[in-house]
């Protein structure tokens, strides 16, 4: 069983900047397909980004140029930096495992979820 806890949200200022991790234990964590996924109030919960069992990275559109995706496997840990934050960031930022390795868009290609950590970005 593939456990996920993120950390490192809070409130930040328009423009600023903060790093979320995410720290796996249970299973093969240098395998897995890592990704993060944000839900808004009120809104679906959306993809941000992802990096794959082989170190490829994707973004979503919204985030691309201010964010990175990166992953220690020595630490079993994925990070999400991301920068010149806005209001519109504001939402539970949700780390995900896919065991396949792989990265998809949809949430239910995902088994494994972590439990969440609030950003609120102000304006």
């Known amino acids: 069983q593939v456990q996920l806890v993120e950390s490192g949200g809070g409130l930040v200022q328009a423009g600023g900047s903060l790093r979320l991790s995410c720290a796996a234990s249970g299973g093969t964590f240098s395998t897995y397909g890592m990704v993060w996924f944000r839900q808004g109030l009120g809104k679906e919960r959306e993809f941000v980004a992802g990096i794959s069992g082989s170190g490829n990275t994707y973004y979503a559109e919204s985030v691309k140029a201010r964010s990175t995706i990166s992953r220690d496997n020595a630490k079993n840990t994925v990070y999400l930096q991301m920068s010149s934050l806005k209001p519109e960031d504001t939402a539970v930022y949700y780390c995900?495992?896919?065991?396949?390795?792989?990265?998809?868009?949809?949430?239910?290609?995902?088994?494994?979820w972590g439990q969440g950590t609030q950003v609120t970005v102000s304006s």
């Open positions: 995900a495992a896919h065991q396949g390795g792989g990265v998809y868009l949809f949430r239910s290609q995902y088994n494994y």
